[in-house]
């Protein structure tokens, strides 16, 4: 099992930055890759982007890139999703999740992903 712990969500200006944090612990030996993703209310929950474990590859959902940058701190254990330039529309519950299985790269899809963060929420105000 690996467990998270995400932090860094919050009430921010549209045009402001957030850095969101996922902190894994347990089984993390058996992370391929660690992921992104967002839901907000009534819609479902979106990819945004993905890095490897090792940090050697990272793969961005169209309409972020350029905005949002993924990162990870190998000797923490710990994932960043850097948010620029937040619009109201980012809006929404934002969690990591790892995907245990090397295989096809970007591993973009919910399915690609077998452990999930709580989930942190991300208000962006007009």
């Known amino acids: 099992q690996v467990q998270f712990v995400e932090s860094g969500g919050g009430l921010v200006q549209a045009g402001g930055a957030l850095r969101l944090s996922c902190a894994a612990s347990?089984?993390?030996?058996?992370?391929?890759?660690m992921g992104w993703f967002r839901q907000a209310p009534g819609n479902e929950r979106e990819f945004l982007a993905a890095?490897?474990?090792?940090?050697?590859?990272?793969y961005y959902r169209a309409s972020v890139r350029g905005r949002f940058v993924i990162s990870r701190d190998n000797a923490k254990n710990t994932v960043y999703l850097q948010m620029n330039n937040l619009k109201p529309e980012d809006t929404a519950v934002y969690y990591c999740?790892?995907?245990?299985?090397?295989?096809?790269?970007?591993?973009?899809?919910?399915?690609?992903?077998?452990?999930w963060g709580q989930g942190t929420q991300v208000t962006v105000s007009s």
């Open positions: 347990g089984r993390t030996f058996s992370i391929y890759a």
């Open positions: 890095i490897t474990w090792r940090g050697d590859f990272t």
């Open positions: 999740a790892a995907d245990p299985v090397p295989g096809s790269w970007p591993p973009s899809a919910n399915t690609d992903y077998d452990y």
